[in-house]
């Protein structure tokens, strides 16, 4: 099975928002409401930011969201900070029980 | 509070066998499961398997099976990812992570700290 298509990256301002998508197919992101999304800084192990497509996780800031249409899901992040700078990786359960990985999308804060 | 403490780097030649261990505490281990992800270095993530430490039922991405095998000891607390036959692509960080029991992709919300595995002659 092929990753899931992400952008390779993304940048934006202090104070924008900036969307990522992440595009599967039917067998996967569009068959299922199992979509999480993933922060990971350079050197660190990723960090769980939105479950179930558009649950955030106790301690997550509110301004991390997502959403999906068909089969694509999207996160978004309102308010964009320094700290947000990083690798986000999307993921999603599909119909052969097995978990694909996006190729990550790097957001860079100007 | 939850903790997942991996096992040290490894260095291994191409066709040995490693396994890595994942102790976990803070939490009650019979009620989650536990799935295994790498990253190579300088790429993405990558799935590697997943046990119910309820059930002890395992899943495998197509390209590992046959190669990998992840179990629990429920005693101890600690899962483990045993990785054979290893070449050179199979260099990365292995993370484990915390899941819900009853399928994998719901979630990974508590990860280790990562076990390097180096795969050179």
């Known amino acids: 099975q092929s990753a899931l298509t992400q952008p390779a990256s993304v940048s934006g301002s202090p104070g924008q928002s900036i969307t990522i998508s992440c595009t599967g197919t039917?067998?996967?992101?569009?068959?299922?409401?199992?979509v999480s999304w993933y922060q990971q800084h350079p050197g660190k192990a990723p960090k769980l930011m939105i479950y179930?497509?558009?649950n955030r996780p106790s301690g997550v800031s509110n301004r991390f969201s997502g959403s999906k249409s068909g089969n694509t899901a999207s996160l978004t992040i309102s308010g964009l900070q320094a700290e947000d700078e990083a690798d986000y990786y999307c993921?999603?359960?599909?119909?052969?029980?097995?978990?694909?990985f996006g190729g990550g999308t790097r957001l860079t804060v100007l | 509070q939850v903790q997942l403490v991996q096992s040290g780097a490894e260095v291994k030649k191409p066709g040995a066998s490693v396994k890595v261990s994942c102790k976990a505490s803070?939490?009650?281990?019979?009620?989650?499961?536990i799935s295994w992800v790498r990253q190579a270095p300088g790429q993405g993530l990558e799935w590697v398997g997943w046990?119910?430490?309820?059930?002890?039922?395992?899943y495998y991405p197509q390209k590992l099976q046959g190669r990998v095998t992840v179990t629990t000891d429920t005693s101890t607390s600690t899962a483990y990812m045993e990785l054979r036959n290893l070449r050179s692509d199979d260099a990365a960080i292995y993370y484990c992570?915390?899941?819900?029991?009853?399928?994998?992709?719901?979630?990974?919300?508590?990860w280790g700290q990562g076990t390097l595995v180096t795969v050179s002659s």
């Open positions: 992570a915390r899941d819900p029991a009853i399928l994998p992709g719901r979630g990974s919300d508590y």
């Open positions: 803070g939490y009650s281990f019979t009620t989650y499961g």
């Open positions: 046990i119910s430490a309820y059930t002890s039922h395992t």
């Open positions: 039917s067998s996967d992101v569009g068959g299922y409401k199992y």
């Open positions: 179930e497509v558009s």
């Open positions: 993921s999603s359960y599909t119909s052969s029980n097995v978990v694909l």
